[in-house]
T-cell receptor, first 112, second 114 residues
Framework: DAKTTQPNSMESNEEEPVHLPCNHS???????IHWYRQLPSQGPEYVIH???SNVNNRMASLAIAEDRKSSTLILHRATLRDAAVYYC?????????????FGKGTKLSVKP | DTEVTQTPKHLVMGMTNKKSLKCEQH?????MYWYKQKAKKPPELMFV???????INESVPSRFSPECPNSSLLNLHLHALQPEDSALYLC?????????????FGSGTQLSVL
């Protein structure tokens, strides 16, 4: 199974950018990189996903390394509402491997 | 409508009870999922339905019985549960099971088994 490695926790100050790293050294060419977050007492929420190129949306940016062995989720200005567990997940074609399998994630704390 | 609605939000049941969890979406998605989440742990995949057919069962005990009566509804029937089955049960949907699709999650049913 292609797996991801994330720091257990990170801290940020409000209104500053946050860079959340993810290592996925065993990624294969057709694996998509997904990011979800889970706020306290809520279900997971989609943040962003990509295959090879960097991606931007209204919530965040995803920077993918040229060799695709790592990626970084960028929150441009952290707010208190961004405090959550952030999961970096690989999804691949075929069978159960294509399903969203959550790792331990990074717990992000945001200080006012 | 981009919501996945789960009912009930909270459920308390005894070990001899039979109960059902319900999940509904009206986004036209053809893939639906059940996850189980214990406190302070990541969600664990239980079942995947694709076009109303069960495609993945992640070795879940038979006391959990999923059902997909139509493309908008997903049920999880519970029978003879154990206290260790107490958890947050999450439903999700996506257009298909393709790896480039994003999942939409409900807010879950918090289940307590006494």
């Amino acid at each position: 199974d292609a797996k991801t490695t994330q720091p257990n926790s990170m801290e940020s100050n409000e209104e500053e950018p946050v860079h959340l790293p993810c290592n996925h050294s065993t990624i294969s060419g057709t694996d998509y990189i997904h990011w979800y977050r889970q706020l306290p007492s809520q279900g997971p929420e989609y943040v962003i996903h990509g295959l090879t190129s960097n991606v931007n949306n209204r919530m965040a940016s995803l920077a993918i390394a040229e060799d695709r062995k790592s990626s970084t989720l960028i929150l441009h200005r952290a707010t208190l509402r961004d405090a959550a567990v952030y999961y970096c997940i690989l999804r691949m074609y075929g069978g159960s491997q294509g399903n969203l399998i959550f790792g331990k994630g990074t717990k992000l704390s945001v200080k006012p | 409508d981009t919501e996945v609605t789960q009912t009930p939000k909270h459920l308390v049941m005894g070990m001899t009870n039979k109960k059902s969890l319900k999940c509904e979406q009206h986004m036209g998605h053809r893939a639906m999922y059940w996850y189980k989440q214990k406190a302070k742990k990541p969600p664990e995949l239980m079942f995947v339905y694709s076009y109303e057919k069960l495609s993945i069962n992640e070795s879940v005990p038979s006391r959990f019985s999923p059902e997909c009566p139509n493309s908008s509804l997903l049920n999880l029937h519970l029978h003879a549960l154990q206290p260790e089955d107490s958890a947050l049960y999450l439903c999700a949907s996506s257009p298909t099971t393709g790896p480039g699709e994003k999942l939409f999650f409900g807010s879950g049913t918090q289940l307590s088994v006494l």
